[in-house]
Structure formats: structure tokens, C-alpha cells
């Protein structure tokens, strides 16, 4: 895993993830935050769509 420093304090900024869910959708996001400020840096985010029997996963950034 890469190190990421926050861009205002310079110290290490922690991997985290959180997930919404909103129907039959949800979506998952990967980030990193800084555990003194707060400023956070999206990584990536995923779309997961439930569609019949099948789970379709959506990378969006
Ligand atoms: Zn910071």
C-alpha cells in the first residue's frame, strides 16, 4: 500500500473505506483521511447494482 500525506499537515493519512447502499444499488468508497484535519483524498469509487440474480460492479474513478 502506497503512503499518503495529507497535503496540509504532511503526516500520513489513513486508508478507509464506507459504503451507502440506496435500493438495489450501492456504492463503495475507498479514501484516504487525515486523522488530524480531516481533509480527505477519494481513491476510488464503486457502483455495486444488484440486476436480476446477477451483481454488476461499476468502477467509477
Ligand atoms: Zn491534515
Known amino acids: 500500500m502506497k503512503e499518503v500525506l495529507c497535503p496540509k499537515c504532511g503526516i500520513r493519512m489513513e486508508f478507509m473505506a464506507e459504503s451507502e447502499s440506496s435500493g ?3 456504492e463503495v468508497r475507498y479514501f484516504y483521511r487525515c486523522p488530524a484535519c ?3 483524498i477519494v481513491e476510488s469509487t464503486m457502483e455495486i447494482t444488484k440486476k436480476d440474480n446477477n451483481i454488476v460492479i461499476n468502477i467509477l474513478q
Do not use: A, L, Y
Open 24 to 26: 438495489n444499488k450501492k
Open 38 to 40: 480531516g481533509t480527505r
